[in-house]
């Protein structure tokens, strides 16, 4: 599975982005997908998850309320609807594949990953 992470972008506080990760292959719909993102000087944290349905979804606590992940398994294109954003928003995002149907919080849990998209979130 090849992922493609894209719609990252400059932004203003307040401002909205929306992320997609397109994902090759035909497994698509049976992996649970998430998104991660990693600030300069951090370690990599954890976003969202959504299980291979999108019937079950989780978040950070940071992000809760403020971020919708979705997906469309026919598009194989998973998405991450980000509004509110804020400057500690700002990180590379990645987003990944796990090989089974339910999602993780843990980044080792996941076999694939895209190459990050960037945003920044300016005050």
């Known amino acids: 599975v090849q992922l493609q992470a894209s719609g990252g972008g400059l932004v203003q506080t307040g401002g909205s982005l929306r992320l997609s990760c397109a994902a090759s292959g035909r497994t698509f719909s049976s992996y649970a997908m998430g998104w991660f993102r990693q600030a300069p000087r951090k370690e990599r944290e954890f976003v969202a998850a959504i299980n291979w349905s999108g019937g079950y979804t989780s978040y950070a606590d940071s992000v809760k309320g403020r971020f919708t992940i979705s997906r469309d398994n026919y598009k194989n294109t998973q998405y991450l609807q980000m509004n509110s954003l804020k400057p500690e928003d700002t990180a590379v995002y990645y987003c990944?594949?796990?090989?089974?149907?339910?999602?993780?919080?843990?980044?080792?849990?996941?076999?694939?990953w895209g190459q990050g998209t960037l945003v920044t979130v300016s005050s």
């Open positions: 990944a594949a796990r090989k089974v149907q339910y999602s993780s919080l843990m980044v080792y849990e996941y076999d694939y």
